[in-house]
């Protein structure tokens, strides 16, 4: 499976920013979707996730709830975060990675592919 995330870019404070991840290769093998983000200096945590097929079962970090949303077209074989009222904490690069084993998870440990990150800076 192969990944590839875009979409990032700098937006002031209280904007707004979609990231897509594009998945390739044995994308029959997935099972749910995430969204990592990593600050300078800090562990990468986890942002978002959504099962790859079908219920749309999302899983949602606390800090982001009611602000991000993780969506998904199978046509495409992408996955997107649309992120709302982004605040300055919220600047990292953003990963997505896919899970190839079970429920939406939150553990980086539980996620077996991923793509290289792009980068969100938020302005104050």
């Known amino acids: 499976v192969q990944l590839q995330a875009s979409g990032g870019g700098l937006v002031q404070a209280g904007g707004s920013l979609r990231l897509s991840c594009a998945a390739s290769g044995r994308t029959f093998s997935i099972y749910a979707m995430g969204w990592f983000r990593q600050a300078p200096g800090k562990e990468r945590e986890f942002v978002a996730a959504i099962r790859w097929s079908g219920t749309s079962t999302t899983n949602y970090a606390d800090s982001v709830k009611g602000r991000f949303t993780c969506s998904r077209d199978n046509a495409k074989n992408t996955v997107y975060l649309q992120m709302s009222s982004l605040k300055p904490e919220d600047t990292a690069v953003y990963y997505c990675?896919?899970?190839?084993?079970?429920?939406?998870?939150?553990?980086?440990?539980?996620?077996?592919?991923w793509g290289q990150g792009t980068l969100v800076t938020v302005s104050s």
């Open positions: 990675a896919a899970d190839l084993t079970g429920y939406p998870h939150s553990k980086v440990y539980e996620y077996d592919y």
